[in-house]
C-alpha cells in the first residue's frame, strides 16, 4: 500500500492518482499495472469514462487517469441538448456589496468576497499592481498574473495627460474606486478550487455602481493550467452555486447559466433578477414589467405583471417571494392644501354717494355760506372716511372673488402620486399586504431599484413603512404670492411627494409581513430608527425615541412590543451564539456608556461609529476608548466572561483574521500612511512587524503586508514575513485582496 501525500490516503500500490483527493501519485513504472484488492471481486467494476479503464466502482478518482468519476456520474452529463437545472447556490454578489465578507484594511483597502473557500483557496494571496490581478501563495516564486487588464481604461476615464491638476486627481480617485469595486466580482470555491474573476470592468455611467466586464475562471490546483474565459459583456452583478459548479449572469439584458463547460441563455429581456439562497427558485422581471419563476426542473411561469416601477425585495429557499409594483395613482390636490386665507363668499360692497358741494352764489349771506360749509365739510369727511372702508371691502370682493375662482380650480384639480404595492407570493398564490404613497419607499435610485423596508434573510418577514394622509404636512396658501396658480401648487406637491421638498413631514406607521399575513404596528408612539430582524427571524429590534424595544415572533405571530432599555443612543446586535445586543448611552456631549444585555461594561470618551466584535458563546468584544478623531486611533479593550482589560493605547483597524486570530494596527503614522501590526496570543500583545502600510493574515498565518508607501502614486511594496528574514514579493503594489479577516467594529 502507497500513502497519499496530499490528504494521507492509503492507495493500491499502483494507484496513479488518489481516489480520495485526486492527487498525483509518485511511483515506480514496473509498478503501475499490478492488480489491487480494491479491484477484486467484492466491489462491482465500471468503466472510467474519460481513459475507458475497468475500475472499481468505489473510486472516486480514477488510479488511471486521475479524473473525477463520482461528479461524472452524479452530473450524469452526455452528449446532445442539455436541459437548465437549478442548484444549490451561494450568496448573490450584489453591486452594493450586500451580503459580503468585508475586508476593510488600512489606506487603500481591501474588500473581497469568498464562498466555501477551502485550504487551497484561503492560502491565495490576491494583488492588484499596474491595473493587473496577480495572485501568490508562500510557495511560489513568481505570481500568477489573472486580470491584464482588470479597469478598462479607455471605457472609464479620459486621457490624464490632456486633463487639468485636479482632474488628474479626480480621475486617479474614480480608478482607485473602481479597482475596489472590482473586488466584488472575485470569488474562490472549496470544491472546485476555482477562482472566478472580472477582467476589463467598465462602468455603465452614472452612479449605479454598475459594471460591464469580462469573467474568467482558473484553476487553483494546477498552478499551470491557463484562465478559461466564461464570457464578455457581462452586466451588473453574477451568481454562482453554493458548489461552484456553475453561474448566472445577465448579458445583453438576457440570464445565462455557464457549467464551467458551456453556457445556456434561460430567459431574455430581463431587467432584474434575484433567487434563493439555496439556488432553486429563480425570479426575474421583464423590460415590460412581467414576474417570472424558474423552478429546478426548468419550468417556467409567470408572477405577476406591471413592475416596470417595481422590484423584487427578497427570494427565499421555500420559493416565497416579496416584490413591489409601483403605480401612479391620482390624488385630489385640495386634500393636500390647508386653505387658511379664503374663508368663503363676500358679498359685493356699495360705493357711498359722495355729497354734492356748495358755492357762494346760491346763498344769500356770507353768514349762511359759512354754515353750510361747515356742514359739507364734515359730511365730505364722513364721506372719505366711508369711501376709504369702501376701497378697502371692494379689494376684499376682489380678492375674495380670485381665490372663490382658485378655490373652483384647486377643487377639481388631481396630480399623481406614485404608490408602492407590496406583495407577497408562495409560489402558488400572490397576496397584496400592504402599500405606502410617495416615492421614500419604492423608487428607482441611481438606476437601480431600491426600496425601504427592513427583510429577514432567513424567513420571509418584511417590515415596511405605510404613510395615513392625515399625518401629511399640508401646504398652506398663506405662504403663496397672491397670483399663485394651481399648477404652482401641484408641482410644489409633486416635489414633496417624490421627497425634494423639505416641507414634506410625515409620521410613519409600519407593517410586519410574517409571509402572507399582515399586522399593524401602530402601537409605535414616537420616531422608529434601526429596524433589525435576528438571524432566525423570531425577534425583531429597534429604537423608539430612546427606548431600546423588541418584538418576539411566536408561532408566526408578533407579540405586543416589550422595552428591553432606556435612554439608548445607539445599538448593534451580534449575531453570534449568545444573540447579544450592545449598545451605547448618552451622558453628555462628549461622554458616553458602553452595555451589552443590560450591563454597563465601560464608559467612552466621545462617540465613534468603531463598534465591538463578538466571538461564540464566550461573549469576547473588543471596542476603543479615548478616540482620536484626527489620528484615527484609540485605546483597545476587551471584554472577555465579564470582565474589562485593557490591549493597546494607539490602536487602528482591530481584525479578526483567517487565522482565527485578532491583529490591530498600533502607533500608525497618519501622515506616512504606516504603523506595527501586533496579535494577541493568549490575551497578550505580540509584534509582527513595523512600519507596515496594510497588512493580510491567509488561514494557514501566512502573514503578507505592505511597506514603504508611495502616497503620489498609491503603491507599496508587498513583503511576506518568515522568521529568518522577510521575502519582497513585488514592488508598486496598489492593493492586497484577501478573504483574511473581517473588521473589528
Known amino acids: 500500500m502507497r500513502i497519499c501525500t496530499n490528504c ?24 503501475m499495472h499490478q492488480e489491487t484488492p480494491e479491484q477484486g471481486n467484492e466491489s462491482e467494476n465500471i468503466f472510467c469514462p474519460f481513459c475507458g479503464k475497468s475500475i472499481s466502482s468505489g473510486y472516486e478518482f480514477c488510479p488511471e487517469c486521475g479524473s473525477n468519476i463520482l461528479q461524472q456520474i452524479k452530473t450524469g452529463k452526455q452528449n446532445g441538448s442539455k436541459k437548465f437545472s437549478l442548484g444549490k447556490r451561494g450568496k448573490k454578489i450584489s453591486a452594493i456589496l450586500l451580503g459580503l465578507v468585508v475586508v476593510i484594511g488600512i489606506g487603500l483597502g481591501i474588500i ?30 513568481e505570481p500568477i498574473v489573472l486580470s491584464k487588464n482588470l479597469i478598462n481604461i479607455e471605457n472609464n476615464v479620459d486621457d490624464i495627460e490632456d486633463s487639468e491638476k485636479d482632474d488628474v486627481e479626480k480621475e486617479k480617485l474614480d480608478f482607485d474606486s473602481m479597482v475596489n469595486a472590482s473586488q466584488q466580482y472575485i470569488t474562490t470555491y472549496k470544491d472546485e478550487n476555482r477562482i472566478v474573476y472580472p477582467d476589463r470592468m467598465s462602468s455603465l455611467g452614472g452612479d449605479t455602481n454598475t459594471y460591464c466586464y469580462s469573467l ?36 445583453d439584458s438576457d440570464l445565462y447559466v455557464y457549467d464551467f463547460e458551456e453556457k445556456e441563455k434561460i ?78 363668499e363676500i358679498e359685493k360692497p356699495e360705493c357711498p354717494e359722495e355729497p354734492e358741494g356748495i358755492y357762494r352764489e346760491d346763498f344769500d349771506s356770507d353768514k349762511a355760506y359759512e354754515k353750510a360749509e361747515k356742514k359739507y365739510e364734515k359730511e365730505y369727511e364722513e364721506w372719505e372716511n366711508a369711501y376709504d372702508e369702501y376701497c378697502a371691502a371692494y379689494d376684499a370682493y376682489e380678492q ?47 438606476g437601480e431599484w431600491y426600496c425601504d423596508a427592513e427583510w429577514c434573510d432567513e424567513k420571509a418577514e418584511l417590515i415596511y413603512p405605510v404613510i395615513d394622509s392625515e399625518d401629511i404636512s399640508k401646504l398652506k396658501l398663506s405662504e403663496y404670492e397672491e397670483d399663485v396658480t394651481v399648477d404652482e401648487i401641484i408641482t410644489d406637491l409633486e416635489d414633496m411627494f417624490e421627497g425634494y421638498s423639505e416641507d414634506y413631514y410625515v409620521d410613519y406607521k409600519f407593517k410586519l ?45 408578533p407579540q405586543k412590543p416589550i422595552t428591553y432599555d432606556r435612554g439608548v443612543y445607539d445599538f448593534a446586535s451580534q449575531e453570534n ?38 466571538t461564540g458563546k464566550d461573549e469576547t468584544f473588543y471596542y476603543y476608548k479615548d478616540w482620536d478623531k484626527d489620528a484615527m486611533t484609540g485605546t483597545l479593550m476587551a471584554y472577555e466572561r465579564g470582565k474589562v482589560s485593557q490591549i493597546a493605547s494607539d490602536v487602528r483597524d482591530v481584525l479578526k483574521c483567517a487565522d482565527e486570530n485578532v491583529y490591530y494596527m498600533k502607533d500608525y503614522d497618519v501622515k506616512e500612511g504606516f504603523g506595527s501590526v501586533y496579535y494577541l496570543k493568549n490575551d497578550k500583545p505580540v509584534k509582527v512587524v513595523d512600519d507596515a502600510h496594510d497588512f493580510c493574515v491567509l488561514a494557514d498565518g501566512t502573514f503578507y503586508y505592505l511597506k514603504d508607501y508611495d502616497s503620489d502614486e498609491g503603491v507599496s511594496d508587498l513583503y511576506l514575513y518568515q522568521k529568518n528574514g522577510d521575502k519582497l514579493i513585488d514592488s508598486n503594489v496598489q492593493m492586497m485582496v484577501s478573504s483574511s479577516a473581517v473588521e473589528v467594529k
Open 8 to 31: 494521507k490516503k492509503e492507495l493500491p500500490d499502483n494507484a496513479l492518482f488518489c481516489d480520495g483527493c485526486g492527487a498525483k501519485v509518485e511511483q515506480e513504472q514496473d509498478e
Open 112 to 141: 473581497f468576497l469568498v464562498n466555501n473557500s477551502g485550504k487551497d483557496c484561503e492560502n491565495q494571496l490576491l494583488y492588484v499592481k499596474k491595473n493587473k490581478l496577480l495572485m501568490t501563495d508562500s510557495s511560489e516564486d
Open 216 to 251: 474568467y475562471y482558473r484553476s487553483l490546483s494546477d498552478v499551470d493550467n491557463q484562465s478559461e474565459k466564461i464570457d464578455s459583456g457581462i452586466e451588473g452583478p453574477y451568481q454562482v452555486t453554493e458548489d461552484g459548479k456553475r453561474i448566472f449572469y445577465k448579458k
Open 267 to 344: 430567459a431574455k429581456d430581463i431587467k432584474m433578477w434575484e433567487t434563493s439562497d439555496d439556488g432553486s427558485k429563480i425570479y426575474y422581471t421583464t423590460n415590460d414589467g412581467e414576474l417570472y419563476q424558474i423552478t429546478s426542473d426548468g419550468q417556467k411561469k409567470r408572477v405577476d405583471k406591471d413592475l416596470e416601477n417595481g422590484g423584487i425585495i427578497r427570494v427565499y429557499n421555500t420559493g416565497e417571494v416579496y416584490y413591489t409594483i409601483v403605480k401612479e395613482e391620482q390624488r385630489n390636490v385640495l386634500d393636500y392644501v390647508e386653505n387658511d386665507v379664503f374663508t368663503g
Open 400 to 446: 375674495a372673488e380670485e381665490w372663490s375662482a382658485f378655490m373652483k380650480d384647486i377643487q377639481q384639480a388631481v396630480f399623481s402620486v406614485p404608490v408602492t404595492y407590496f406583495y407577497y407570493y408562495n409560489g402558488e398564490n400572490t397576496k397584496e399586504i400592504g402599500s405606502v404613497q410617495g416615492d421614500e419607499v419604492g423608487y428607482w435610485w441611481s
Open 513 to 557: 409581513a410574517v409571509g402572507g399575513a399582515c399586522y399593524d404596528l401602530d402601537w409605535a408612539e414616537g420616531e422608529i430608527d434601526s429596524v433589525q430582524f435576528n438571524s432566525v427571524g423570531n425577534c425583531v429590534t429597534y429604537l423608539e425615541n430612546e427606548d431600546l424595544k423588541q418584538i418576539k415572533i411566536i408561532e408566526e405571530k
Open 577 to 614: 451564539e449568545t444573540d447579544a445586543i450592545l449598545y451605547t448611552k448618552k451622558v453628555d456631549e462628549e461622554e458616553f456608556e458602553l452595555y451589552i444585555n443590560k450591563k454597563k461594561i465601560d464608559n467612552l470618551d466621545g462617540f465613534n461609529d468603531v463598534w465591538c466584535y463578538s
